[in-house]
T-cell receptor
């Protein structure tokens, strides 16, 4: 079945540094990928929709200058957390849309970000 | 190794009848479970959750049942409505929901008028 990978699986960084997270669809092409932030016991917060070859669409309240998204190819989208702060510590999960009718998504395994 | 499995890729039911979506998990550390609903070209939205200290949680037409010994949970929708047609994802987390979510591959539900 379709597989989506994320790299790194976990990262620890100092406050003020930038962190890049990769999301790859391994055996299918994904025109659209989604980036989510997970909160404890809460639903996923959709941060942005990443479309190959165009600018990402950000959800209300998400700072696009802080969370840079690049969807350079049909199999790779990256999320860069710029000038990370401790409050950015979270799980970040991507998903890739699949199917001719965009009817389903495959989720990545998530990236744990800890900002000290 | 898939830790969360939704073995039925699709399910079709008649409007007004019950829809039962199933999910199995293998990791005994999972103690918090969620269901998400997804329409085409949209991100998934949270539907209902259950903690492992419970075996049932109900919210309107949606009820989730958890069988810890069988490592199985199910989502019941009754009565089913055409607007319920979507892909449903089961997800699990450890440490009371504070660990990362692990998703199943989804089940596409079609409710026929």
């Amino acid at each position: 079945g379709a597989v989506v990978s994320q790299h790194p699986s976990r990262v620890i960084c100092k406050s003020g540094t930038s962190v890049k997270i990769e999301c790859r669809s391994l055996d299918f092409q994904a025109t659209t990928m989604f980036w989510y932030r997970q909160f404890p016991k809460q639903s996923l917060m959709l941060m942005a929709t990443s479309n190959e070859g165009s600018k990402a669409t950000y959800e209300q309240g998400v700072e696009k200058d802080k969370f840079l998204i690049n969807h350079a190819s049909l199999t790779l989208s990256t999320l860069t957390v710029t000038s990370a702060h401790p409050e950015d510590s979270s799980f970040y999960i991507c998903s890739a849309e699949a199917g001719a009718l965009q009817e389903t998504q495959y989720f990545g395994p998530g990236t744990r970000l800890l900002v000290l | 190794d898939q830790q969360v499995k939704q073995n039925s890729p699709s399910l079709s039911v008649q409007e007004g009848r019950i829809s039962i979506l199933n999910c199995d998990y293998t990791n005994s550390m999972f103690d918090y479970f969620l269901w998400y609903k997804k329409y085409p070209a949209e991100g998934p939205t949270f539907l209902i959750s259950i903690s492992s200290i419970k075996d049932k949680n109900e919210d309107g037409r949606f009820t989730v049942f958890l069988n810890k010994s069988a490592k199985h949970l199910s989502l019941h929708i009754v009565p089913s409505q055409p607007g319920d047609s979507a892909v449903y994802f089961c997800a699990a987390s450890a440490q009371g929901g504070s660990e990362k979510l692990v998703f199943g591959k989804g089940t596409k539900l079609t409710v026929n008028p």
